[in-house]
């Protein structure tokens, strides 16, 4: 059904929101730790900072954790990251491989024919655990064969993590589609070693119109859960939904929130540490080179454009051509024993 093995990162080769300003023992946030993928390797990077604002790679824009060595696929694509209530650290990505052809690694443009089950299909996710952020169980979980009735899957995208208060349990969620059918948000309960769905996917979020919708970020703000999403609706942007529970009854708003001109997917949201402000990330996919784009708001009503990587305040020291990221708050400690595993110089500045 899965397969799980254990991961310590030296060996390969050498990618949420957690709104509160502690951890569980009481330890004080004090930086940021961004996972995001590049489209020449399909492999899981990861980026430090400790202002929010600039990011600097920690293996100098290698990746950290080969595609090749935990996919199916022989690659991943959309890594998301989220710390539990635990602490500890979960990433999830879609298991995917869309330039496997080129690369030799398949003899077929898709894993399965295209006309039948469209592009880039796939079967499932991997999914990781770790309380160190250096060593890392991994599994694979492949939803036709978790579930009866879902042979016919045509894709499994962008899975991202939450907590559920009321279940106790960890809740992914993420972009599914039966064949070459229109893409949709779903939603699974895991269970504690985050190797195993509990729940059949289950319908998350409705779009108003019979047109794809995928990458939704789920993120619990002066309790209520907003949503941010991107709908193939014209050019696909950034719109959200906002709930009082984590899994239904979202209120549709039809604005767009973000300000491209160009097509833009897989927002995520992340707070300023000790300030009521947060940033909206997203991945501005139809420019080259790839880039980011990023909004800041204190209200989540009005947004504020503070522009893309190297091109305004926010900054990515030692990377380029990033995708579908994702940022969550360290410890002080978490932040200097990552960079000091990864022998990277950490520069905090003086208080």
Same mark, same amino acid.
């Given at each position: ?117 469209? *592009? ?24 036709? @064969? ?149 909004? @800041? ?44 595993? *990864?022998?990277?110089?950490?520069? *905090?500045?003086?208080?």
């Amino acid at each position: 059904m899965y397969r799980k093995i254990l991961i310590v990162v030296f060996c390969l080769f050498t990618a949420g929101v957690y709104a509160q300003s502690v951890n569980g023992s009481g330890n004080k946030m004090s930086a940021y730790l961004m996972t995001y993928f590049k489209d020449s390797d399909h492999s899981l990077h990861m980026a430090l900072s400790t202002d929010g604002l600039t990011f600097t790679d920690i293996n100098q824009g290698k990746a950290i954790i080969a595609g090749d060595s935990i996919a199916i696929q022989q690659g991943i694509r959309d890594p998301h990251i989220y710390r539990g209530p635990d602490d500890n650290f979960y990433v999830a990505m879609t298991d995917l491989h869309i330039f496997a052809q080129r690369e030799g690694l398949r003899e077929t443009e898709w894993q399965r024919q295209g006309d039948k089950y469209g *592009w880039g299909n796939n079967k499932g996710f991997v999914l990781m655990k770790s309380s160190d952020l250096i060593n890392w169980s991994i599994a694979n979980v492949n939803i036709a @064969e978790e579930f009866d009735g879902y042979d016919e899957v045509g894709a499994a995208w962008a899975p991202q993590t939450i907590y559920d208060e009321a279940e106790e349990k960890l809740m992914l969620y993420y972009t599914m589609r039966n064949k070459n059918d229109l893409n949709k948000l779903y939603y699974s309960y895991v269970n504690e070693d985050f190797d195993q769905l509990l729940t059949e996917p289950k319908l998350l979020f409705s779009y108003p119109k019979n047109i794809s919708y995928i990458d939704a970020d789920i993120s619990m703000i002066d309790d209520q859960y907003h949503m941010f999403y991107t709908p193939h609706d014209g050019t696909p942007g950034i719109k959200q939904a906002t709930s009082a529970k984590i899994n239904t009854d979202w209120e549709y708003d039809e604005k767009w929130y973000d300000t491209e001109k160009e097509a833009s997917e897989a927002p995520n949201v992340w707070k300023i540490i000790g300030e009521d402000r947060w940033i909206l990330m997203y991945d501005i996919y139809g420019i080259q080179p790839h880039d980011f784009g990023f909004l @800041e708001t204190t209200d989540f009503k009005n947004f504020k454009d503070i522009g893309h990587f190297n091109g305004g305040v926010m900054k990515a020291t030692n990377f380029s051509s990033p995708k579908h990221g994702a940022v969550i708050h360290l410890t002080k400690n978490e932040a200097d024993r990552l960079a000091k595993y *990864w022998d990277f110089q950490l520069k *905090w500045k003086e208080k």
